[in-house]
C-alpha cells in the first residue's frame, strides 16, 4: 500500500482515507494543519492515482489497511476518517475488526444500494472516458464537484492516471455497498457527517449508518454539498478532529 506520511513517528497516529476519483491531497491540507501534534498517514487508495494494485472490492481494500495498521502500529490507531469511497472502506474497517481505532469520522458514504447506478456505470465510462483527459472537460467535471479551484490541477493530473477498468469498479463497489451487522460490534466513538446539500441517497445514509452504529454522533452539515467539509474546509475538518479527540 501506497501512502502520504505527516508528522511525528512518536504521536498519536491519525488515518484518512480520500474520496473515489481522488487520492491523498484530499486532505493535504489537513494534514499540514495536523503534522505539529499527530502522526498523520494519507494512503492512496486502491485502483487511484499512485497505488501500487487495482481496485477488487471495497472488502479488501479494507482488508489491506487492516494489514498496514497491523504492522506498523501494533493493530491499534487513534483515530480514522474517510470521505465517500473511502468512508465506505472506513465502515468496512470498522466491521472487520472491533477495535482498531479509538475514533472514526465518516463523511458522506453511501450505505443504500442502487442496482440501477449500477448498471449505468460501464455503458457511461465506455462512451465518455476518453473525455477525461481533456482539461475542458474535466473542468466541467470539476466544477460540478464544488472543489476549491486551486485543487484543479492536482484533480486533472491524478484522474488522467486511473484507468477506465478501476474507474468503472471503484465506482460499481460504492453503488452497491451496503452496512455489515458485525459493525455493531465496533468498540470506537463514530462520528457521522453530511451535507444538508447532498443527495437524498446520502443523507438517509448518514442515518442509517447514526441508528445501526449505537452511540454514535450524526453530523448534518449546514449548507454543504458533497465533501465539501474536508475537501474545502480544511481548517473546520482540524477543529472537528479536535473537538472529537477532546484536544488531547
Request: glycine share 8%; with cysteine.
Amino acid at each position: 500500500m501506497q501512502c502520504k506520511e505527516y508528522g511525528k513517528h512518536n504521536s498519536d497516529v491519525i488515518i484518512l482515507l480520500h474520496g473515489g476519483g481522488l487520492s491523498w491531497w484530499n486532505y493535504r491540507e489537513e494534514a499540514e494543519l495536523l503534522e505539529n501534534r499527530f502522526r498523520v498517514i494519507l494512503p492512496i487508495l486502491d485502483g487511484h492515482a499512485g497505488s501500487d494494485r487495482d481496485f477488487s472490492t471495497i472488502e479488501s481494500n479494507a482488508a489491506d489497511i487492516i494489514s498496514f495498521i497491523d504492522e506498523q502500529f501494533g493493530g491499534k490507531v487513534l483515530l480514522i476518517g474517510g470521505l465517500s469511497l473511502g468512508g465506505q472502506i472506513l465502515l468496512e474497517i470498522l466491521s472487520q475488526r472491533a477495535d482498531i481505532c479509538q475514533y472514526a469520522m465518516v463523511e458522506s458514504a453511501l450505505v443504500i444500494p442502487s442496482k440501477l447506478t449500477h448498471s449505468m456505470i460501464k455503458p457511461a465510462f465506455g462512451s465518455c472516458y476518453g473525455l477525461i483527459r481533456h482539461r475542458w472537460f474535466s473542468r466541467l467535471q470539476f466544477k460540478s464537484l464544488r472543489i476549491k479551484p486551486e485543487l484543479f490541477d492536482d484533480y486533472y493530473r491524478d484522474t488522467c492516471r486511473i484507468t477506465r477498468q478501476n474507474m468503472i469498479s471503484f465506482m460499481q463497489a460504492n453503488s452497491l455497498y451496503s452496512l455489515k451487522d458485525s459493525i455493531e460490534n465496533n468498540t470506537a466513538e463514530i462520528h457521522v457527517y453530511a451535507g444538508d446539500k447532498e443527495t437524498r441517497a446520502i443523507r438517509a445514509s448518514a442515518k442509517r449508518i447514526h441508528k445501526k452504529m449505537h452511540g454514535s454522533t450524526l453530523h448534518i452539515l449546514k449548507r454543504m454539498y458533497h465533501g465539501e467539509f474536508s475537501i474545502n474546509n480544511a481548517g473546520s475538518y482540524v477543529d472537528e478532529i479536535y473537538a472529537v479527540v477532546k484536544d488531547r
